[in-house]
């Protein structure tokens, strides 16, 4: 199910449908007598047909302090799979923040009822068992991103091309920000500080790499607004088209350093096994760098200050030329709790 059946069949090569099934009877009832109709009872058909319901990857399982709306949307869908006989399996997912006791209560009642859980980090386990969520028994993995490779270099060497990207002797620091962020009070104050003194005192090209730019967030618009604000633009770089995340990952290789707010952000830059300096914006992002014993490579976006964030990365920077055998190191710790996932779904299908 994908919110753009097209698009996902043509990049991956799988059957995709409409992602519309329907938590109640208006929401029925507006999709069958709606223009959508015939997409919409395509993707009936593929329920009905449907014997294993597998949710996830990724971090599904949140709510707001003044709203639980999309998680409930969710877990009715997956009620309403259990009842209807379907195997209902959470393949790599987050948890967290859940704020309201409805969404813990939600969540008690229905993902007691589901066949498989498996999480993507030791945080969202702790809350999973703080929720009371007994059956199944819940596998601590990874995420699924940490198996993606690059593209090949010829195709990233376009990219760098098209997008005029500087590879010249100077060092480069890729910025995979967050668009979420951008109204946080101390966001673009100390983003424009770091900039600054990253140009001038390391001497560094800049590279704003985006990690999202559809799905009514646009980090590139985020990143303008950044360089935007300062007057020196001769070592700042902006990749403004819309590329796939092997592409991506291809540009983030040719960088010393990551500045990684984005949660993939942070994980490309582990595949790639390039240094890389976290702001988490949410908890997931710092999970990782737990997860990999190193808190010390992270702030929170609520510690921030444009002091800190600079005095922090270049403790990082500093010593980025010795880091080599960690990053290998925290890199197949994590490839192979991802593998994790998929050891464990081969052996419930073949229950």
């Known amino acids: 199910y994908s919110g753009n059946p097209e698009e996902t069949s043509r990049s991956h090569h799988v059957p995709a449908v409409a992602n519309i099934l329907p938590t109640s009877i208006k929401s029925f009832l507006i999709r069958a ?9 395509k993707t009936l058909k593929v329920y009905r047909e449907t014997s294993i319901f597998i949710v996830g990857g990724g971090g599904l399982f949140y709510d707001h302090p003044d709203s639980n709306y999309y998680l409930l949307e969710l877990l009715t869908k997956i009620k309403r799979a259990v009842k209807h006989g379907k195997k209902v399996i959470l393949f790599g997912v987050g948890f967290g923040p859940v704020h309201l006791e409805h969404s813990r209560r939600a969540l008690k009642d229905v993902l007691n009822r589901v066949a498989l859980i498996t999480v993507r980090d030791e945080e969202s386990r702790r809350l999973v068992e703080e929720l009371g969520i007994t059956e199944p028994e819940i596998h601590t993995t990874a995420d699924f991103v940490y198996f ?23 060092p480069r620091i890729g910025l995979c920000l967050c668009g979420y962020s951008q109204n946080h009070p101390v966001w673009k104050k100390s983003l424009i500080y770091f900039c600054r003194r990253a140009v001038e005192e390391l001497k560094a090209d800049l590279w704003f790499i985006p990690m999202q730019t559809g799905g009514g967030f646009d980090d590139r618009a985020s990143a303008r607004m950044i360089t935007d604000a300062l ?25 010393n350093m990551i500045l990684g707010e984005r949660f993939h952000g942070v994980i490309l830059s582990l595949n790639n096994r390039v240094p890389v300096f976290g702001i988490s914006y949410k908890p997931k992002v710092e999970r990782v760098f737990k997860e990999i014993n190193h808190p010390e490579w992270y702030i929170r976006l609520d510690d921030m200050t444009p002091e800190t964030l600079y005095d922090a990365f270049n403790k990082i920077w500093d010593v980025k030329e ?25 052996e419930r299908l073949q229950r």
């Open 33 to 41: 007598l709606g223009r959508n109709r015939k997409n919409f009872f």
């Open 148 to 170: 993606l490779k690059p593209s090949p270099p010829e195709k990233i060497e376009k990219i760098i091309s098209t997008e005029k990207l500087a590879l010249s002797s100077r």
């Open 231 to 255: 007057t020196d633009s001769s070592h700042i770089y902006s990749v403004e088209g819309q590329y796939s995340p092997q592409e991506t990952m291809g540009l983030m290789a040719h960088c």
């Open 322 to 346: 010795t880091l080599d055998d960690e990053l290998l190191r925290a890199f197949k710790l994590l490839e192979s709790k991802a593998q994790k996932n998929f050891t464990l779904l081969a």
